[in-house]
């Protein structure tokens, strides 16, 4: 679910979209009960020790230790702590989770993501897919620190002028990567942009030189190496046929 609205955001006006989703709300509950364990176990330590008057602690020192426990986000409203007295030999602790809280928290806050942009024509389905494909993103980052294809670095250069002429035309071999890897997918290859070009790396073109008869030209053939599935489909998808090289120089070598 996804609601739509307007709303004024570091000074201009901007589209905000807030989404719900059930399989990002059954993670963050996850999540929230892992935090949950950990917070309710460092307040049962706190209890031990201050219930066995083996401790230094005085008001502050106790406030400190219960803040650190519920740093994390939402534990605060979600575990009230009550503390008395203020010295060591009087002071005294007492926690408890609050299951109303938490199903506030869970119908108002949890499983929702909201995003704002400044493309107001777009649709709320467009909004919603920019926002998650930002992995590819961050995958095109990882793959620019890939030293097999792609690869920003390293970098021979020392000018400023050149430099920028490096990382441009390492983005368009970037760009060209993920056009190869968009083209494969649209052909139903479910690969990696690495797997498109380690299968693409591996066809290779074969030159065999044929000793000179007496009378005539050295024989050269030339010929693609044998592809797999993977790399026969990729052939025809990108239509490397164009560009194979053809089946020697004599007609009595065609179809060898």
Same mark, same amino acid.
């Given at each position: 679910?996804?609601?739509?609205?307007?709303? $004024?955001?570091?000074?201009?006006?901007r589209t905000v979209v807030v989404t719900r989703s059930q399989s990002f709300l059954a993670k963050q509950l996850v999540g929230l009960h892992q935090t949950r364990r950990r917070v309710e176990v460092q307040l049962t330590e706190l209890d031990r020790l201050l219930s066995g008057r083996r401790h230094r602690m005085d008001r502050r020192a106790l406030e400190a230790r219960v803040a650190e426990a519920l740093a994390p986000r939402w534990m605060r409203s979600l575990y009230p702590v009550v503390m008395d007295g203020q010295?060591?030999?009087? @002071? +005294?602790? +007492?926690? +408890?989770?609050?299951? $109303?809280?938490?199903?506030?928290?869970?119908?108002?806050?949890?499983g929702k993501r909201i995003v704002f942009t400044d493309r107001e024509h777009w649709t709320t389905e467009a909004i919603v897919a920019a926002y998650r494909s930002q992995w590819e993103v961050e995958a095109a980052?990882?793959?620019?620190?890939?030293?097999?294809?792609?690869?920003?670095?390293?970098?021979?250069?020392?000018?400023?002028?050149? @430099?920028?002429?490096?990382?441009?035309?390492?983005?368009?071999?970037?760009m060209l990567v993920h056009l190869a890897w968009r083209q494969a997918r649209g052909g139903g290859l479910e690969l990696s942009p690495r797997e498109v070009m380690e299968a693409l790396a591996s066809i290779r073109e074969a030159t065999l030189l044929y000793a000179r008869e007496p009378r005539g030209k050295p024989r050269v053939f030339q010929k693609l190496t044998r592809m797999d599935q993977t790399q026969r489909t990729l052939f025809e998808i990108l239509g490397l046929e164009a560009l194979a090289p053809r089946v020697g120089n004599t007609a009595k070598w065609r179809g060898f």
């Open positions: 679910m996804a609601y739509r609205g307007t709303k $004024e955001v570091f000074g201009a006006p010295k060591k030999d009087d @002071i +005294s602790l +007492s926690w +408890s989770f609050d299951p $109303e809280a938490f199903e506030v928290l869970r119908e108002r806050e949890l980052f990882r793959q620019m620190k890939d030293p097999a294809h792609a690869a920003f670095r390293p970098i021979y250069h020392w000018t400023d002028q050149k @430099i920028k002429v490096h990382a441009l035309y390492s983005v368009i071999a970037l």
